[in-house]
């Protein structure tokens, strides 16, 4: 997914989630944008679609609507990279070649060391199993925990036992209906290297669930 995709999908996602909270200045607070750009998306958007808001990225920015140029805390390369891609999802700031190779070289280097930043709800959710105890009748007892690491919204679901199923089955079971309820897209799982989540791809429940879902999969 490029850049533009990514600020495209961010407005969409701006969006629907003041449509779904019903309230625009919640949403703005959550996605980062202010209430001038969400009404300017909107108007765009009810006017010609997600087409509209591409070309608003090949625009020229709307001057009124930009955040306060920020004048200190910017004395290294990370924080200056982290502002201009701020300014870039707040206000479709077109990036040249150069930026946006910075910007992508960036987010990779942090990934390679298991370092990310969330940028929109759906963008990435954490996974892990987690040992409860033996309960007498039942055996042991394991619980699947799932939280979103933008809105910080988890899940949770006890099981008797840690496989590749149960691991699926609270996607399959809580998280992604609430999500498509929401009508927000869950991009990618992270999770440690515990054999309830990797495995063969061809045969891991885990590993073909989430591509039968088409959701990318992370390991720390």
Known sequence: MTTEQKIIRAKVGLLELAKQLGNVSQACKMMGYSRDSFYRFKELYDKGGELALQEISRKKPVLKNRVPRQRHDLETMNKRLKALEARSAQDGLVLTEAQLAALEKAKTEKEAHGEFESEHPGYCGAQDTFYVGNLKGVGRVYQQTFIDTYAKVGFAKLYDRK???????LLNDRVLPFFEEHDVKLLRVLTDRGSEYC??????EYELYLAVEDVDHSTH
């Open 163 to 169: 496989t590749p199923i149960t691991a699926a089955d």
């Open 199 to 204: 495995g063969n791809p061809e045969r891991h």
